[in-house]
């Protein structure tokens, strides 16, 4: 297994040079605060964060008691234990405790200032105050007990980074109903797949969108939504007007008749593991997977994430490119637990020119900014200088996450940003909404590495027998239970379809799904995916809503769809198709191919390039080579990737084979390009 994996992927000459060391930053932080008094707390000392880091996965118990401590967590009900006896997957965590996420973000309510501040590609820009959140969210909470939604209900957005997003989750959530959500540039069909499956009661819409210069008519889309989801009994749109012909017994209403009356606001109090929201898998294999967390378990495990490990406070401004599809989206509301102000964008992050997130960062006063090493990637081949072209004094952090950062693009914020910004280089998954991996304030930064592991987060990496390995590439997994693992899949009671998503490989040790190389100096080094999500400008999506639209079209047998993490922070995305016979892969099938994938699945996963191939390799069990393939792609040795005995036709393999190597001596291929 680590054989197949390079560890030069991606990094530059200078890889594991140091970038940046702490300094001032750590000084009255979040963290140095919490050191302080967690050591009044135990009578220890922690004079390092690796030695804090160790007692924080030692004692689960007394380090997630003190950060609920720490940070003063709302709660109507204590917990009558922090964690129970069972043994991963079946952990409970706070037992007893009562509370409602909402109440840790409102306690804020009272602060001068924004809460939000939201921008529109078209340069449109709106405050949210405060006092203006509390308010809507008491008015949108109340709108949903009036509309009969109890705890448990689903409450559903098709809607895109805008605040009636932020506050349409809070307030869901303040009634104690569970939160879903997925963007504009899903199709019907991909958006059905996600929500359809919670058989939500409310369906929260935005009616158009604007993308990379071209606005985007979604009031058809949304009319259809409303009559594939037939237990939605009411309609909010955010924008526009409320579309006609709706199914019988819908009630449609605009945004502001549903945030209008706020008074007598009251938060369900419920279970800490109440469900919060579901956020999706990528759907590799079908269905997308419906992960539900808890509240209380992401509040504690956001705080620690948000606050002490990314120093995010009232007086930051944290800003990260996202979208309602991902879980970044999640991750960027968590800054209203720390009472900062988030800012939200909505659009193309290179609309009108590659400049324009560092614009936002110099205008909004940004402290705090999240991005992709692919808009990276995009900064450096146009030229840019962001810190000589825009006033970026108050940014102190770059965040970047969604895929490895190459080494080279590390120095390339140092050079180019500033020098004195700490990189903060995350890895993590929806799966936990949260990172495992990143840094802090205390940890210094070394080119196309990881500072180190979360605060109790239990990180490990294990070879194929299960045994940690140092050094070398490995399997990363979890071996404690972390408080935002999921407390269930939707429609999985026996838990049988969660335990064989994480823990069926290694018996009571959770495995991620990436490959990592723990180094002697407490870094980490992320390689990619060891499955074969497609992940495109850190949003993911699975091969499955591909193939279902590619392989809808006649002139299509089969297809196979590869997302390969490239050299220098780049995404290749082939395509490789079986024509039905007679038919010739040409620009107009392609064409074809494209527009399907727009208007079906997502426009921002149109595969880069076309390549006929006689047939797709299958294992012998049916299912496509998806994860042999890409690491083929990827350079890695045939006879290390795959037994021949376990594929179809084992002589399909050559054609991939003798790709990478043309690919690799820059030799022209012959694949279309979508460019």
């Not at 197949?4 to 140091?18: I, K, T």
Request: glycine share 10%.
């Amino acid at each position: 297994m680590p054989d197949s994996v390079s560890r030069a992927e991606g990094v530059s000459s200078d890889a594991g040079a140091l970038l940046w060391s702490p300094g001032r930053e750590f000084t009255g932080s979040d963290l140095d605060r919490f050191t302080r008094f967690v050591e009044a707390r135990t009578g220890q000392a922690f004079p390092t964060y690796a030695a804090l880091w160790a007692w924080s996965v030692g004692d689960l118990a007394a380090f997630w008691a003190a950060v609920w401590d720490f940070y003063e967590v709302t709660a109507s009900a204590p917990y009558s234990a922090v964690l129970d006896d069972g043994e991963m997957p079946w952990v409970g965590w706070f037992p007893g405790a009562r509370g409602n996420y909402v109440d840790q973000v409102l306690r804020w309510r009272e602060r001068p200032g924004p809460a939000i501040v939201a921008i529109g590609e078209s340069g449109d820009r709106r405050e949210i105050g405060w006092v203006e959140l509390a308010a809507e969210v008491a008015g949108f909470a109340q709108f949903l007990r009036r509309s009969g939604v109890q705890p448990g209900d689903r409450v559903v957005g098709y809607v895109g980074n805008v605040p009636e997003a932020v506050v349409a989750f809070l307030g869901a959530a303040a009634v104690g109903a569970t939160w879903a959500a997925c963007g504009l540039d899903y199709a019907v069909g991909a958006a059905e797949d996600r929500l359809g499956q919670l058989d939500p009661v409310v369906l929260v819409a935005s009616t158009s969108s604007v993308f990379n210069g071209t606005r985007h008519d979604r009031v058809e889309a949304v009319r259809e939504l409303v009559a594939r989801f037939p237990t939605v009994r009411t309609l909010v749109v955010v924008d526009g007007v409320c579309p006609d012909g709706l199914r019988a017994g819908v009630e449609a209403l605009p945004w502001a008749t549903a945030v209008a009356d706020g008074s007598g606001f009251v938060s369900a109090q419920v279970p800490a593991e109440h469900p919060l929201w579901v956020l999706f898998s990528s759907g590799t294999t079908g269905l997308p997977k419906g992960i539900v967390h808890g509240h209380l378990g992401v509040v504690v495990e956001h705080l620690v994430a948000v606050g002490l490990q990314s120093g995010i406070g009232p007086r930051s401004r944290f800003f990260w490119y996202t979208s309602t599809n991902w879980m970044m989206w999640n991750f960027l509301v968590a800054g209203l637990l720390t009472g900062a102000t988030i800012v939200l964008y909505d659009g193309s992050p290179t609309t009108p020119n590659p400049d324009r997130m560092w614009e936002v960062c110099a205008a909004e006063g940004v402290t705090h900014f999240g991005t992709s090493p692919a808009y990276l990637q995009t900064c450096i081949k146009a030229g840019l200088t962001p810190g000589r072209d825009h006033d970026l004094g108050a940014l102190r952090m770059v965040g970047v996450t969604g895929a490895p950062l190459p080494a080279s693009s590390a120095e390339w914020i140092m050079a180019e940003v500033g020098d004195r910004i700490q990189i903060n280089s995350i890895s993590g998954g929806t799966d936990v909404v949260s990172a495992f991996l990143g840094a802090a304030p205390n940890l210094p930064v070394y080119a196309g590495e990881l500072s180190g592991p979360y605060l109790g987060t239990a990180v490990d990496a294990f070879d194929e027998s299960g045994q940690p390995v140092r050094g070398d590439v490995g399997e990363l997994v979890l071996t404690r239970p972390l408080p935002s693992m999921p407390v269930s899949f939707w429609n999985d009671p026996g838990g049988a379809r969660y335990h064989d998503a994480y823990f069926d490989t290694y018996p009571g040790v959770w495995r991620h799904g990436d490959w990592v190389t723990l180094t002697d100096r407490g870094t980490a080094i992320i390689h990619g995916r060891s499955d074969s999500t497609l992940n495109r400008h850190g949003i993911r999506m699975g091969t499955a809503d591909l193939y279902e639209a590619i392989e809808s079209l006649p002139e299509v047998r089969e297809a196979l769809v590869i997302g390969c993490e490239q050299p220098g922070g780049g995404y290749w995305m082939p395509l490789f198709v079986a024509p039905a016979d007679g038919v010739v892969v040409d620009d107009d099938l392609w064409q074809a191919i494209r527009e399907v994938v727009r208007t079906r699945v997502s426009p921002r996963h149109v595969p880069d390039e076309v390549y006929a191939v006689a047939a797709i390799p299958h294992t012998r069990t049916g299912k496509k080579l998806e994860v042999p393939v890409k690491r083929l792609l990827q350079g890695a040795d045939l006879a290390k990737v795959v037994k021949p005995e376990a594929v179809d036709d084992p002589s399909l393999l050559d054609f991939y084979v003798a790709l990478a190597a043309r690919r690799a001596s820059d030799e022209t291929t012959a694949g279309r390009h979508t460019s």
